[in-house]
């Protein structure tokens, strides 16, 4: 249970704050993913990540910020939130960027903004 | 994009019972299907996937069967039991290298 983290387990926060969403992999992959996850709602992919280089970003709005500084870090800045944006928001990665890879997704940070 | 219908939504079985999930695609270039289980408050797990390549597979009491012809796939759980009781997600990729995942179905194991 330890390949992908990611920290704050939770966050509240109101919708002028910042706040960063962090994510580790410690398997040795090339590609990360950032997931939102609301219920009765499907897994949305929000960025995706292939050796540091943002290869899609979903329509996602500018409030989500993502960076990449290496293979095993992948960070997702918040600020000006709305409350419709509370929800769990998953990290994952794979070795590579093919359909086939399985992803390994981190436990998540549950994000409620006030 | 690439559209996957999911169901049921919700399924209730006893223990013991069978349950079957099935998932329909539209991307006739799909060729990977992954099943992923998240216990509630737990992270996506996979549990077993299947390649365009193989129409069944299986995995003690888990199977996935593929039908490329009617683009659907289905999760088969034989003899289930308590700790089966999760939300369960299909997923499918291959036409792009995005996975696409269903809506979910959370399966309940009543003892």
């Known amino acids: 249970e330890t390949g992908v983290t990611q920290t704050p387990r939770h966050l509240v926060m109101g919708m002028t704050n910042k706040k960063s969403l962090k994510c580790e992999q410690h398997?040795?992959?090339?590609?990360m993913y950032w997931y939102k996850q609301s219920a009765k709602k499907p897994l949305e992919l929000m960025f995706v990540y292939s050796l540091e280089e943002r290869v899609e970003n979903n329509s996602v709005p500018s409030r989500f910020s993502p960076e990449c500084p290496n293979s095993s870090h992948l960070f997702l800045h918040l600020h000006t939130l709305q409350p419709e944006d509370s929800a769990l928001y998953l990290c994952a990665s794979s070795q590579n960027l093919a359909g086939t890879e399985t992803q390994y997704f981190g436990p998540g940070t549950r994000l409620l903004v006030l | 994009g690439e559209n996957v219908e999911q169901h049921p939504s919700t399924l209730s079985v006893q223990e013991g019972d069978s349950a079957v999930i099935k998932c329909t695609y539209s991307d006739s270039a799909s060729n990977y299907f992954p099943w992923y289980k998240q216990e509630l408050g737990k992270r996506p797990q996979l549990i077993i996937d299947?390649?365009?390549?193989?129409g069944e597979k299986k995995d003690q009491r888990i199977a996935v069967t593929l039908n490329k012809t009617a683009k659907h796939f289905s999760l088969h759980i034989t003899e289930t039991q308590p700790e089966d009781s999760a939300v369960y997600f299909c997923a499918n990729s291959g036409g792009s290298y995005i996975p696409t995942f269903g809506r979910g179905t959370s399966l309940i194991v009543h003892p």
């Open positions: 299947i390649r365009s390549n193989v």
């Open positions: 398997l040795g992959h090339n590609a």
